[in-house]
T-cell receptor, first 115, second 111 residues
Framework: EPEVTQTPSHQVTQMGQEVILRCVPISNHLYFYWYRQILGQKVEFLVSFYNNEISEKSEIFDDQFSVERPDGSNFTLKIRSTKLEDSAMYFC?????????????FGPGTRLTVL | QKEVEQDPGPLSVPEGAIVSLNCTYSNSAFQYFMWYRQYSRKGPELLMYTYSSGNKEDGRFTAQVDKSSKYISLFIRDSQPSDSATYLCAMARNAGNMLTFGGGTRLMVKP
């Protein structure tokens, strides 16, 4: 089964620094999503991306966040100036070819620690 | 009122028991309902995906949706210690829309 991959698995950064989290969604799909999960809390939606444009975003996804597709297969989530409260697991998700686009398959996540 | 509510547990059952996990929700616009399993510090794993009201069965798992009551359930038959995890319900207004998650129920299946 094709899988979503994410790098790095763990990122430690200082408050105020920029971080870039990378995702390779399941191939040949135009949809992908970013979610985050603060330790002990629920999974929260950040942004969805369809056909090279943001299609939905949450209140969390403010001007400090941006999402890009730098090439044909990779997607990135950038946090410009990290805050302590950005410490969380960040997951990207995408549908699988041949299945409903509503079925979102998650990657293993990147654990972001802001010191 | 939270949009999606789940009892956080933990729910502890003996191996072989039938497990019932539930979510309630407040937004009647939700049409797509999912159950995910999440092991500690791992990504959510999609178990069941259903549209509108009704039942869906896949192996030991059965998902039920009652839109009139805004209530969804996941049943696990013949539970195994490997089923010990946190179970998350999630829902969406339309296919491809953002998912709104419950807080998860922690399940422990004891050998």
């Amino acid at each position: 089964e094709p899988e979503v991959t994410q790098t790095p698995s763990h990122q430690v950064t200082q408050m105020g620094q920029e971080v870039i989290l990378r995702c390779v969604p399941i191939s040949n799909h135009l949809y992908f999503y970013w979610y985050r999960q603060i330790l002990g809390q629920k999974v929260e939606f950040l942004v969805s991306f369809y056909n090279n444009e943001i299609s939905e975003k949450s209140e969390i996804f403010d001007d400090q966040f941006s999402v890009e597709r730098p090439d044909g297969s990779n997607f990135t989530l950038k946090i410009r100036s990290t805050k302590l409260e950005d410490s969380a697991m960040y997951f990207c998700a995408s549908p699988r070819p041949g299945l409903s686009r509503g079925e979102q398959f998650f990657g293993p996540g990147t654990r972001l620690t802001v010191l | 009122q939270k949009e999606v509510e789940q009892d956080p547990g933990p729910l502890s059952v003996p191996e072989g028991a039938i497990v019932s996990l539930n979510c309630t929700y407040s937004n009647s616009a939700f049409q797509y309902f999912m159950w995910y399993r999440q092991y500690s510090r791992k990504g959510p794993e999609l178990l069941m995906y259903t549209y509108s009201s009704g039942n869906k069965e896949d192996g030991r798992f059965t998902a039920q949706v009652d839109k009139s009551s805004k209530y969804i359930s996941l049943f696990i038959r013949d539970s195994q210690p490997s089923d010990s995890a946190t179970y998350l319900c999630a829902m969406a207004r339309n296919a491809g829309n953002m998912l709104t998650f419950g807080g998860g129920t922690r399940l422990m299946v004891k050998p």
